[in-house]
C-alpha cells in the first residue's frame, strides 16, 4: 500500500512535472507567437512602404524616360533647325559675297564713268561760260536797244505833239521796235489812198527822226474796218490797206528822201483790228496806219551771231 503510494506519488510528481513542463512550453510558444506576429506587421507595415516607394520610384522611373525620350525629340529638332540656320546664313554669306563682288566690279565701272563724267563736266562749264559770255552780249545788246528805243520814241512825241490831236497819233515802244499808229482820218480822205495836206507835214516830221537814224529800217502797215470795201480799181480792204501803206512809203521815198532800200509796205486789211467793227467809234480806231521803226535784219542776224560773242 505504502508502495503503491509511492508510485501513485511518483507519478503524481511526474505528472505534475509534465503538466507544469507542458504550461511553460505553451507560454514560452505563445510568447514567440506573438513576437513573431509583431515582427510580422513590422515586416508587412515595411513591405508597404517599401511597396509604395518603389511604385514612387517606378512613376519617377517613367517620367525621367519621357523627359528623355521627349528631350531627345527636341534635341533633335534644335540641331535640325541649327542646321537649317547654319545652311541659311552660308547662303546669306555666298550672296554677299556675290553682292561684294558685284559692287567691286561696278565701282570699277563708275571710276572710269566718273573720269568721264569729269570731262564731260569740264566741257559743258566750258560750253556754258561761252553761252553766258553771249546772254550777257544779247543782254547788253538789249539794253542799248531799249535806250535807243525809248530816246527815238520821245524825240517822235517831241516833234509830232504841235498841231497834231492827241487821238491821231500814238508813239509806243513794243520789245523791240517804235511804232507809230497814225489815224485814217489824218491821213487818207475816206474810202480813198491818196494823202492829205497834212499827212505830209505829220510824215516830214517822222521822215526827219527816221534820216537820223540810218541803221533802221521802217515798215508802213495799213489797218481798214471791216467795211466791205470795193471799186474799179480796188478788189476789197486788202487792196486799200496795201495801196494805203504804199502811198505812205512812196511820199517817204519822194518827197523826204528816205532810201528805198529801208523802206517795206505791207496791208493788213481788217485783221488784227484794236477795237471792235460793231461801233463807230471802234471802226475808226481800226483803220489806221503803222509806221514801225526796226533794226535792220543783218544787223539782227549778227547779233545773234555766236561768233561775235567777246573772247573775255
Known sequence: ???????????????????????????????????????LDVANASLEKYGKQLNDLMTQLATCEAEKNASRSESSTAQKLREEQIADLRAQIADCQAQRDRQSSQMGNMTQLTQSANDNIKETLNQLQKKDKYIHLLQAAKTKTDSINLALAVNLKNVLKDGIEDNDVDVKVDKTV?????????????GSYNLTPKANQVLEKIAAIINSRPELEVMVEGYTDNVPYNNNCLQDNWDLSVKRSTSVVRALQQNFKINPNRLIAAGRGE???????????????NRRTRIIILPKLDQFYDLLNPNNVPNK
Open 1 to 39: 500500500m505504502q508502495k503503491f503510494s509511492s508510485i501513485t506519488l511518483f507519478l503524481l510528481a511526474t505528472a505534475l512535472v509534465f503538466s507544469n513542463t507542458a504550461c511553460v512550453t505553451k507560454k514560452k510558444f505563445n510568447a514567440m507567437k506573438s513576437s513573431m506576429q509583431t515582427e
Open 178 to 190: 517804235v511804232f507809230i499808229n497814225l489815224s485814217d482820218k489824218m491821213l487818207f480822205q475816206s
Open 271 to 285: 485783221y488784227n483790228a484794236l477795237a471792235t467793227n460793231s461801233t463807230d467809234a471802234g471802226r475808226a480806231t
